[in-house]
Nanobody, 127 residues
C-alpha cells in the first residue's frame, strides 16, 4: 500500500509563490512517474504537471507552463511543485498522484492513469 501526503498549501496574494510537497511511503517511489492535479470548487479535477520516474522528463498543463515547476527527490521519496506568479484562478485543492505504470514512458494527463492519490492541500490565491 502506498500513501501520499501533500503539504505546503496556504493563502497567498496574487503574484506570490508557494511550494507544495508530496511525501510518499514505500520503497518503489523511484520506479513510478508522479503527477499533480487540482480541483477548484464546482469544477472537475484537472491535470497540472507530471514528472518521470528519474525526474528527467516533465509535462505541464498550458495554464501553468512557465510559472510552475515540478521536481522530485527520489532519495527522500518526495515530489515538489514550485508555484510562482500565482493567480486567483490557481485557487484549488492540489492533489499528488502516482502513475499506475512502472517506468511509464509517456507522462499521463488523465486521472485514470493514476492509481494512488493523496488527500489534497488547499491553495488559495487572493486578488
Amino acid at each position: 500500500q502506498v500513501q501520499l501526503v501533500e503539504s505546503g498549501g496556504g493563502l497567498v496574494q496574487a503574484g506570490g509563490s508557494l511550494r507544495l510537497s508530496c511525501a510518499a511511503s514505500g520503497r518503489t517511489f523511484s520506479s513510478y512517474a508522479m503527477g499533480w492535479f487540482r480541483q477548484a470548487p464546482g469544477k472537475e479535477r484537472e491535470f497540472v504537471a507530471a514528472i518521470g520516474s528519474s525526474g528527467s522528463k516533465t509535462r505541464y498543463a498550458d495554464s501553468v507552463k512557465g510559472r510552475f515547476t515540478i521536481s522530485r527527490d527520489n532519495a527522500k521519496n518526495t515530489m515538489y511543485l514550485q508555484m510562482n506568479s500565482l493567480k486567483p484562478e490557481d485557487t484549488a485543492v492540489y492533489y499528488c498522484a502516482r502513475d499506475r505504470t512502472m517506468y511509464a514512458v509517456v507522462l499521463h494527463t488523465a486521472m485514470n492513469d493514476y492509481d494512488y492519490w493523496g488527500q489534497g492541500t488547499q491553495v488559495t490565491v487572493s486578488s
